[in-house]
């Protein structure tokens, strides 16, 4: 098969002028010695096994192409298909990532996992993986997040894991990277950091991707089995973009199929409370990695704001930087209202509550649909459940849902 | 200027018998205004060369003393630029070399090409990026030859030999060799290994080394120049200036002053 993944990033990591690996020295030779323990693993019929192993019997896979026939209709345009990452153990495509991460852990021969988490999916996949495997646990989580997600927070330690909360900056997810980078640098020899995205230095925007593109594998094969051709057009949401960016690798070097990605525009991208950094963003190096960020004139790093915590991130992938600069995939934000808009949409006519991440790329397939003929086939990656925002949701609703 | 300035500073202590000092402040912590005295105070104190820090939203390679100095910093709406500016309008006071310490995203702000041309019309001598390891240092290393800015690097405990050797050999200015397993911030003591490694650095180049991070009173800096050439302080000496404990900076920079001999 043709994927990206075969060509880039180069081998210093580089997609273009994105990626790369900005790290202190210290974490310089963990970086050097996780991609040779990655490159090694991945060929390795052993590793290959054990994961797909995992993936079947324990995380669930493959997950259904279930074809969304009242959402078809009520798009009016064409057939829409979802991807069902959200009838995963834990919710979402979070896991595929952790797993694999996790056993490459115990390859490298390391016993300690440190992870951030923003809502705290990421943080349930890592702690749920590092109990199966038995390696210790560290969670950083910044305090404004460990307040609004106290759920989570208890998952996580009923699984096992310390949840850490950050003070620094203002308690969110990039202060919560900052953080395990931080805890990362000072316990590197027996510590190994599963980063939640396709993000970070080399080379973890490519292995996160790799591990995620279990996603876009089972689509394309499934797809090619109910259709017997390759879909018009596939959306997902992208905060950090690991969804997006396992769905999207074995198709981008397809040019017949369109690939849109979902950015969350919060309030609106002229109120400036929104997470949309390929709209709003500019080049920067932050976490490691070179790519587009919301920061201000001088370069400090701005705080992101989306209704959905698990996109509320100033930065985003290098390879989406990448893939907006060759016009690749097109991204667009979409808005807090329309994405609740979205989520009720899926539940009324599909009886799935999605994420409120996931409810962004609901909306955004709504607005391609429009542009699309009855003949041809549309894929919504269906990153996770909604069951975490459903709290949120009421509060946001009000009395709307209740006439 | 720029490299130049750095190697004859050092080549007078280290030949008058002293070890190397490089204070670090952060820029703007107490004002941008605050900025020209304290660097004389620094210069009159006997320090070799002064590291200025850049404030940054994200500072990952620094502990809780330096980190929250940059926010101190920030609240006063410090920028790279105007730390320039600063440091321009003012170079004409000052003989003390200075090395600006900054993470990549300010510069890729400012503009890279532009930054380089600009540190050398403001007085800038050598250049710390925390977060620039040297398989992406080609970003910069162009634009710096050109203008003659040292680019200091650094050396890490966790770095193996060939790194250390790659790390060595291209430095400039002075090699930074990183004292501890974390972030910056003051240490109650090292561990054993540090002498060793210092030593081992010693012998990998001619350029001082200065060993930094968790250097933070007289004894350590004693102790840790002994192996190398000197030290850097950078959390303490912020301390004391925000504690207006001038003081114990004094005594800091009297501890890398070869004793008086009776």
């Known amino acids: 098969m043709n994927t990206s993944k075969e060509t880039l990033p180069d081998k210093k990591g580089h997609f273009g002028q994105f990626g790369g690996r900005f790290v202190p020295e210290t974490l310089m030779p963990a970086v050097l010695e996780l991609e040779d323990a990655y490159e090694k693993a991945k060929n390795d019929p052993v590793f290959k ?103 989570n927070v208890f998952r996580m330690e009923l699984l096992g894991a310390e949840v850490v909360s950050v003070d620094q900056g203002e308690g969110t997810l990039k202060d919560a990277v900052n953080e395990a980078l931080r805890y990362w640098v000072a316990n590197v020899e027996d510590t190994h950091y599963i980063i939640g995205s396709v993000v970070g230095p080399h080379p973890f925007p490519k292995m996160v991707r790799d591990f995620q593109s279990v996603i876009g594998d089972e689509t394309r094969e499934q797809f090619d089995a109910l259709e017997h051709r390759l879909p018009d057009a596939i959306v997902a ?70 209704i959905s915590a698990g996109l509320d991130y100033p930065g985003i992938g290098p390879e989406h930087s990448y893939l907006k600069d060759t016009n690749r995939v097109t991204y667009e934000g979409i808005t807090d209202q329309e994405a609740l808009d979205g989520l009720q949409l899926l539940s009324r006519k599909e009886g799935i509550i999605p994420a409120l991440e996931t409810a962004h790329a609901i909306t955004y397939a709504q607005k391609i649909a429009q542009t699309m003929d009855a003949d041809q086939s549309l894929i919504i990656c269906l990153s996770g459940r909604g069951d975490k925002d459903v709290e949120t949701v009421r509060e946001r609703l009000g009395g709307q849902v209740n006439g | ?82 730390v320039l500016d600063k440091l321009k309008v003012t170079k004409k006071d000052r003989t003390i070399p200075i090395i600006l310490m900054t993470y990549m995203n300010p510069i890729c702000a400012y503009g890279i090409e532009a930054f380089a041309k600009e540190s050398v019309a403001s007085g800038v001598d050598g250049l710390i990026i925390p977060d620039l390891p040297m398989e992406e240092e080609e970003r910069i290393t162009d634009h710096l030859t050109e203008n003659k800015v040292a680019l200091i690097r650094l050396a890490a405990l966790t770095s193996p030999i060939d790194r250390l050797k790659t790390i060595a050999e291209k430095t400039e200015g002075f090699l930074y060799a990183v004292t501890v397993k974390g972030t910056t911030g003051a240490q109650v003591e090292f561990q054993k290994e540090v002498g060793d490694y210092i030593s081992r650095v010693k012998d990998l180049t001619t350029k001082p080394v200065l060993a930094g991070f968790g250097v933070s009173t007289p004894e350590h800096v004693r102790q840790l120049s002994e192996y190398g050439d000197g030290v850097v302080v950078g959390s303490e000496i912020v301390t004391c200036f925000h504690e207006n404990r001038r003081d114990k900076i004094t005594e800091l920079i009297d501890a890398s002053k070869r004793l008086p001999v009776n």
């Open chain 2, 1 to 82: 200027m720029g490299k130049k300035t750095l190697d004859q500073a050092f080549e007078k202590t280290l030949e008058k018998g002293d070890k190397i000092f490089v204070p670090y402040i952060m820029a703007g912590d107490g004002g941008i205004d605050a900025l020209p005295e304290r660097i004389q105070f620094l210069e009159e104190a006997g320090a070799t060369a002064l590291e200025l820090g850049i404030p940054f939203s994200d500072p990952v390679a620094d502990g809780p003393t330096i980190q929250a100095a940059g926010l101190r910093a920030l609240e006063e709406k410090v920028t790279l630029k105007k």
């Open chain 1, 49 to 151: 096994r054990e994961m797909a192993g995992y993936l079947k019997d324990y995380v669930g896979r493959e997950t259904p192409l279930t074809f969304a026939k009242r959402l078809t209709e009520a798009f009016g345009g064409p057939k829409i298909y979802l991807k069902r990452e959200d009838l995963n153990h834990t919710g979402a495509h979070k896991i595929n990532n952790a797993l694999g991460q996790a056993l490459l852990t115990q390859r490298m021969g390391k016993k300690k996992v440190v992870a951030e988490t923003g809502a705290g999916q990421h943080g349930v996949a890592t702690a749920t993986v590092c109990a199966l495997l038995d390696l210790e646990c560290i969670i950083f989580m910044g305090k404004e997040d460990v307040r609004r997600q106290k759920l």
């Open chain 1, 237 to 306: 949401c992208v905060g950090g973009g690991s969804n997006a960016m396992g769905m999207f690798a074995p198709f981008v070097n397809e040019a017949s199929v369109k690939l849109y990605g979902a950015e969350a525009a919060g309030k609106g991208i002229d109120t400036g409370k929104h997470a949309a950094t390929l709209t709003a963003g500019k080049v920067g190096v932050l976490h490691g990695m070179m790519s587009y960020l919301l920061q201000d004139e001088s370069g400090q790093i701005t705080e992101p704001y989306s």
